[in-house]
């Protein structure tokens, strides 16, 4: 079984930054690519950072240049600067399974950016 533990969320200002990690335990031999993924209020599930397994990331357009995510065996983390408004949800790690499936989630942790 495979747990997804995330922590560092809160408010901050816009302009600033903060850092997400998520600590993974379980069978890490079983997981594909990881990430995170957001939800706004009213807003369906939103991609930011995916990761491969062999630690690539891939660029998602909304956050380019301002969202730096890293993996290690163990630990996804998300670094996030130059922080909007718009930034404001709850954000979700997200591991996927090798052999397909649902992928795991962690229990979410909300971001608030104010004015």
């Known amino acids: 079984q495979v747990r997804l533990e995330e922590s560092g969320g809160g408010l901050v200002q816009a302009g600033g930054s903060l850092r997400l990690s998520c600590q993974v335990t379980?069978?890490?031999?079983?997981?594909?690519?990881m990430g995170w993924y957001r939800q706004a209020t009213g807003n369906e599930r939103e991609l930011v950072a995916p990761v491969t397994r062999l630690g690539l990331p891939t660029d998602v357009d909304s956050v380019k240049g301002r969202f730096f995510i890293s993996r290690d065996n163990a630990e996804v983390s998300l670094q996030r600067n130059s922080l909007k408004v718009e930034d404001t949800a709850v954000y979700y790690c997200?591991?996927?399974?090798?052999?397909?499936?649902?992928?795991?989630w962690g229990q979410g942790n909300q971001v608030t950016v104010s004015p």
């Open positions: 997200y591991a996927g399974r090798w052999l397909g499936g649902e992928p795991y």
């Open positions: 379980g069978n890490l031999f079983s997981l594909d690519d």
